[in-house]
């Protein structure tokens, strides 16, 4: 992250990439190196092609990390009073500021219902509980139509948000179909759907945080070498060489970081 963070700020003064207002991303860049950038989108909104905008969840992941070992550590004894807390501590935040979008989707308590979700399954698969045994023991069927109808609420999810009151609840939903899904393809020893027997997933799974980090980064750095080609003003080049070429570089950056850093 920190090495994202230094190379950002060289390329954002170089003369190759001219990638917008110097001052601004420098600005921008201060508040990167302190996990705090999702404040920042919540309070001055997204900054225009800026490489760092996708930056603002691992800042909501990371004070995530800082905090909840302290809560753990306080409620060492009551961790469900404290999952139960944090979830309706969530719920009221959203519901209190319904009608304030940037509030809803970037800031972190606003979000932490996901972690909180995420932590009852780690707690669940560590304690080897029963009744997530017995969760993923259900027939094929049950675990298929599980997964369709999470993708038909995926689906027509831009028209389920017209009914606002759903947009309280929409994060916590999401995040239990997703903890599910999780279980169901690591956890299960019946699993349908086990992308860790791909060999590419397993490796893809390890450079993950470099591919978040890097890809927009790559996606400026591709948009530079390819302005240069007819075809990339195509319909053909936007669409197919476009993204082949960011991936490549995307993947690139991410080895070579995972590899030496």
């Known amino acids: 992250y920190y090495l994202f963070l230094t190379c950002t700020y060289f390329l954002i003064n170089s003369e190759f990439l001219h990638i917008g207002a110097r001052s601004s991303l420098t600005s921008e860049l201060d508040w990167c190196w302190l996990y705090l950038y999702n404040f920042k989108v919540t309070l001055s909104g997204w900054s225009h092609n800026s490489p760092l905008n996708h930056l603002w969840s691992l800042a909501v992941e990371e004070q995530f990390y800082f905090v909840w070992p302290w809560l753990l550590k306080l409620f060492r004894k009551q961790f469900w009073f404290l999952i139960i807390t944090v979830l309706i501590t969530s719920l009221i935040f959203r519901l209190t500021h319904l009608y304030r979008d940037k509030i809803i989707y970037f800031h972190s308590l606003s979000i932490i219902s996901d972690f909180a979700v995420g932590a009852v399954l780690a707690w669940l698969s560590m304690f080897k509980n029963e009744w997530l045994r017995s969760l993923l ?64 997933f397993n490796y893809f799974g390890k450079i993950s945080y470099g591919l978040y980090c890097y890809h927009a980064f790559a996606l400026v750095i591709a948009n530079k070498l390819l302005s240069q080609i007819s075809i990339y003003k195509s319909a053909m080049g936007f669409m197919v060489i476009l993204p082949i070429v960011v991936f490549g570089i995307t993947l690139i950056l991410s080895s070579v970081s995972y590899r030496f850093f």
């Open 137 to 200: 023991k259900l027939k094929k069927l049950y675990k298929v139509a599980i997964m369709f109808s999470f993708l038909i609420l995926m689906f027509f999810r831009i028209d389920v948000l017209q009914f606002k009151l759903y947009e309280v609840g929409d994060r916590l939903i999401t995040s239990i179909f997703f903890a599910w899904f999780i279980a169901e393809s690591c956890i299960s020893n019946e699993s349908i759907i086990n992308p860790g027997k791909i060999p590419a």
